[in-house]
Every structure is written in structure tokens, then in C-alpha cells.
């Protein structure tokens, strides 16, 4: 019973954070470069409710309205630790991006989208790429 339990993928979350003026927030974990905020899910948590907690925890910023769907990634080498579907979505915030979780997060920022950090994780690169292609991707 526990091998069919832990032997399925996790879920987790991903935004793509955009403020009135178009930048998009990115934040810069305590390990490796910046990356688009999101995480797990929590047990019994809407996926709407997992976005917002996680946007307010690594980016101090409040969710005005949701946008569209920008993808459903599966690949099971995506993450090395272990196999994890990540539900990545457009999101609309308002306020000042600043890290309420300081012991995960270092720093929250804006960035124009065509002007984002060098640090910026290969999969957050994938991720932003297919957004702004107007794909909805199923992977």
C-alpha cells in the first residue's frame, strides 16, 4: 500500500506573476538562480489556493485575477529529487515583490520580460518561453 502511495508523482504549482506595468516577478532562492515562485501542494489545497499562498509567501504580492494556463508539465527527469506534475499559470498581483519567506527565499523582483537575469533556471526559461508563445503545453 505505502509503494502505491509514495510511488505516484507530487503536484506542485508555478506561477507567472505580471504587475499592471507588463515585468513579470521572479525570485532567487537560497540555492541556484532565479526562478518563477511556486512549490508543493499541500494536502487538501485547490490548486487557485497553492498559487496564492505561494505568490504571497515568496513574493509578498496579492493575486488580483488569474490568467490563462500556460502548461502542465510531467517529464519524470524534470526535477532530479523525484517525479512532480507542475501546473504552471498566468497570474495578475499587485504590491511590492519582497519575500515573506526569507528562510527559503532570498529576494523577489520585477524584470521586463525581455530583459530577464542571466540566472534565470532552465526550466523557468522553458516555462516563460512557452508562455509567451501563446502555448498551452501538455507534457
Known amino acids: 500500500m505505502l509503494g502505491l502511495l509514495?510511488?505516484?508523482p507530487l503536484i506542485g504549482v508555478r506561477a507567472?506573476?505580471?504587475l499592471t506595468n507588463g515585468q513579470v516577478v521572479l525570485v532567487q532562492p537560497r540555492r541556484g538562480g532565479w526562478v518563477l515562485p511556486g512549490g508543493l501542494m499541500d494536502?487538501?489545497?485547490k490548486i487557485?489556493?497553492?498559487l496564492e499562498r505561494e505568490i504571497l509567501e515568496?513574493?509578498?504580492l496579492k493575486v488580483v485575477r488569474f490568467g490563462r494556463l500556460s502548461g502542465i508539465?510531467?517529464?519524470p527527469e524534470r526535477d532530479e529529487?523525484?517525479?512532480c506534475i507542475c501546473v504552471v499559470m498566468e497570474v495578475f498581483v499587485q504590491g511590492e515583490p519582497r519575500p515573506?519567506?526569507?528562510i527559503e527565499i532570498l529576494a523577489a523582483a520585477a524584470f521586463d520580460i525581455d530583459k530577464l537575469p542571466e540566472t534565470l533556471e532552465v526550466d523557468c526559461r522553458v516555462h516563460l518561453a512557452d508562455y509567451l508563445a501563446g502555448e498551452v503545453v501538455v507534457d
Open 43 to 45: 494536502l487538501g489545497e
Open 81 to 83: 529529487r523525484f517525479h
Open 6 to 8: 509514495f510511488g505516484r
Open 58 to 60: 515568496e513574493c509578498g
Open 100 to 102: 515573506i519567506d526569507t
Open 48 to 50: 487557485r489556493v497553492s
Open 16 to 18: 507567472i506573476p505580471r
Open 73 to 75: 508539465y510531467s517529464a
